[in-house]
């Protein structure tokens, strides 16, 4: 007997199934996919058990005609490529042809459909094998019914898990099926309870809203920006909100929904120094890549994509999120948002308002001055005059307030002092030395053995900063000049707090430790909360804070800015 | 209590100690002045607790008493008094009553306990010294002391007082001030005396220049008092920092200059400099020095004047405002300027200063970077 056999078409398709049918979730991927390929702008999900027992999507698109319903049920029958050529820039989810019939394998498969409303077709799969195919009056439109899945794959049934765990991930399913086709409206049951009804949307915040609530929607900061041939839009977690929630990640490349850390990795680099170190915030971006850089054909599940040059798509992404995170719409916001937006379909917060803009405004470029221009900035030398400051009051010695556009703004004096001086201090760092003021009687600090390794590890960098130090033997150190970053400075207190803060630290990458040594320097080096400020010293810390490139943040990743909206002030007046 | 006072008399002797009284305190008595009465007539007195003042003023007493009077509200109402006698008396614990030509004002007080007792001092073992020449040491040094709150025995002014010269110091650590006057004071003990710059101004200005003052120390205060009028000073514990050590001896590049000149370079220079560490550079050669000044984000300015400058060429960064309050406090049209490196302190004097004081400032210079 031959012991080599060319393979039944049904197994052939239940191997194939094995590819592209995983779990009841790739089911509601590829069936909506197929759906949105056909043009729907309704699309109704129905779940029973997590799936397991019934899956059923229904589009308004295209439908298909009789003949093609047969053939869309066979092996590769797509109407989406025709040549090899075509699968460069596939714009098209789906195009192998391969998912209807290897689910069909696998399942009960009803498929009802008609291109125009009235005649339609009927068609009942059972196990790869196609059984009677009649008429039925339908809608123009699909509905397919997938039932009992994996029925006759015994190898793959124990794999299933439970309907909870399945559920979850076709949540994740719609949840970017949501996110990336906002115009459509959808609808999905779960064992007979509605538990999404979103309709189209006009932004992605209102959709973002519809999905997780308002107030998670509100959370939010939009992202938009181009670099070169790359366009970067979305929306970000503010970073006084990050970590106060779980974390979701949502990330597409031209409209299709995919995984990628190298694009998570940049982005949360651009928020390096406004939150706490490790704390990871949500996101919510679409990368528009031309066709020929992105190679979408990677990954059986089209999970993952491939870029041809990974490096320029990182880097736009990051620009985008700082270029977003300085603007000062991301500034924390004040009131419970909760009261402000009682349903889920609110619309979107309108937080974005120009936070540093009293009601003369400050040029949206100059807020957002990115940082490789300092470079050309110091060269050109004339720049442009200082903004307009708004009359500043000081509260609490702590906060400095002023009426802007939007509403009551406070500024955390200490806060906006250290983003002002970490800004000097890593551009101290990164391009020279810093002028430094010889002492009269040098300071010595006697250090313990900790400090002492942190100072020997940082001294170069101490010397840049305008520190000049010598050791003394032992632990001692004299020091002989200091930076004047400002007139309160008090040199000896923070070169101690400052060793203090970093004797902790193991070994880092140099521009870590520039970093953090900046950032640990500009907090001890800033002016203190409870610090009586002069009319002089407002100014010149709102000027300098409005320089910045970040100046809604303090290194910590607290907010330096926050509002009072008018809408609050006059909701507790009464007069809204 | 009740007195009558000249209009005029009263406003000259609330001036005097209104400045004593706090603009904001927690302790509302010291909103209020002390006014009581004496041999010759009323006493004034103010205090924020750090520094007091009291003044004598002839006046009628018809009834002794004591009493506070809110400062602010008093000096208010005798600033709008016609030139008139003022009477003023006082029933009670807390009320008076002012009664000037027509007009007529009732105000509150506070009980004269709740004021808080003056330091005691016995003027008995004192100093004598002359107000100008008092006058002339805190003016010529006082401004050099320090603002910062981090060292706080650099906020006071360091007075030397010896048998036969009297010497006050005042730095921040980043330059310094230097003078001396000679005295006979031969029947008291030499002592070193740290004091706020804040009283020392009190004292400038309160004192006519002639006036002999007594000087003497409680346990932790100091009091000056002229035949009408005393101001008491806490003074600042702790040993100041030995600055002679660090004013330099062998400075062997000398630069001549004249003053009003070196201050209009310097405030040209100024309009360009960082508005933090004001730096600007200057070059010595022979015959001429050379300003530059660099502000990245803001530009750059150079000037020049002409010197008498002996020694190698130096380049040298300073703060340009510390250079401008030394030469503004110099008394001289011609000063002379030293020093030895660009790492090490220069020194500025007066030149053909005609006067038994000596006078010298010391500054410490800004790294460059080139």
Known sequence: MSRIAVLARTVVDQIAAGEVVERPASVVKELVENSLDAGATTIDIVVDDGGRARIRVADDGSGMERADAVLALARHATSKINVADDLVGVGSFGFRGEALPAIASVSEMDVETASADGAGTAIRVLGGEMGEVRDAARRRGTTITVSRLFFNAPSRQPFLRSARSEWRGISEVVTALALTRRDVRLTVVHDGKQVVALPPAPSLQSRLAGLWGAPFAERLVPVDAVQGAIHVSGLIERPADVGTAGRRLFLTVNGRAIRDHGIVRAAEQAYRSTVPAGARPTLCLDVVVPGDLVDVNVHPMKAEVRFRDRWIVERAVEHAVRHALGGSASAASVGPRAWAYPTSFAAPASVDVEILSPPAPLEEGFLAQPTTDFVTAADSSFVAPTPEVPPLLQLARMYLMFEGEGGVVLIDQHSAHERVLYERFMRTLEQGETPSQRLLFPITLHLGPAEGDAFEAHQELFAKLGFEIEGFGGHTLIVNSVPMPHPRFDAPRCLRETLDALSGDRDAGVATRHERLAATLACKAAIKAGEQLSPGEMRALFVALAATTLPAHDVHGRSTIVQLPWSEIERRFGRS | ???????????????????????????????????????????????????????????????????????????????????????????????????????????????????????????????????????????????????????????????????????????????????????????????????????????????????????????????????????????????????????????????????????????????????????????????????????????????ELPINFEGDSLDIGFNASYLLEILRNLPTDEVRLTFKAPERAATIEPVGWDDTAKYLCLIMPLRLVD
């Not at chain 2, 009558?4 to 001036?15: C, D, M, W």
């Not at chain 2, 006046?59 to 008094?81: C, H, N, W, Y």
């Not at chain 2, 025995?153 to 009297?166: K, T």
């Open chain 2, 1 to 303: 209590m009740r007195f009558t006072i000249a209009r005029e008399k009263l406003q000259e002797g609330l001036s005097a100690v209104a400045a004593s009284v706090p603009a904001k305190t927690t302790l509302p008595v010291l909103a209020n002045l002390l006014v009581e009465t004496t041999d010759r007539g009323i006493r004034l007195s103010g205090t924020d607790l750090d520094m007091a003042v009291s003044t004598e003023l002839m006046a009628d007493v018809d009834v002794q008493g004591a009493i506070t009077i809110p400062a602010k509200k008093l000096v208010e109402i005798v600033r709008e008094l016609p030139s008139a006698p003022v009477k003023v008396s006082a029933s009670g614990e807390q009320k008076i009553t002012l009664e000037c030509s027509r007009s007529k004002f009732k105000l509150l007080g506070l009980p004269k306990d709740e004021f808080p007792s003056f330091p005691s001092i016995r003027f008995g073992e004192s100093w004598r010294i002359r107000s100008g020449d008092l006058q002339k040491l805190i003016s010529h040094t006082a401004f050099a002391s320090s603002t910062e709150e981090s060292r706080p025995i650099l906020n006071g002014v360091l007075w030397e007082l010896r048998p036969d010269q009297m010497r006050m110091v005042a730095t921040n650590g980043h330059r310094l001030a230097k003078m001396e006057i000679p005295i006979n004071a031969t029947e008291v003990p030499s002592s070193d005396l740290i004091i706020p710059p804040k009283a020392l101004e009190q004292i400038r200005r309160l004192f006519p220049a002639e006036e002999e003052l007594e000087v003497a120390r409680g346990d932790n205060h100091l009091g000056f008092r002229s035949p009408f009028t005393a101001v008491y000073t806490r003074l600042i514990e702790g040993p100041y920092p030995n600055y002679e050590q660090v004013i330099p001896k062998d400075n062997d590049r000398i630069a001549l200059a004249d003053r009003n000149a070196l201050i209009q370079a310097l405030k040209r220079m100024s309009v360009i400099a960082s508005d933090q560490t004001h730096r600007i550079r200057m070059s010595f050669n022979s015959g001429m020095l050379k300003f530059s000044v660099q502000t990245p984000d803001l530009g750059e300015a150079q000037d």
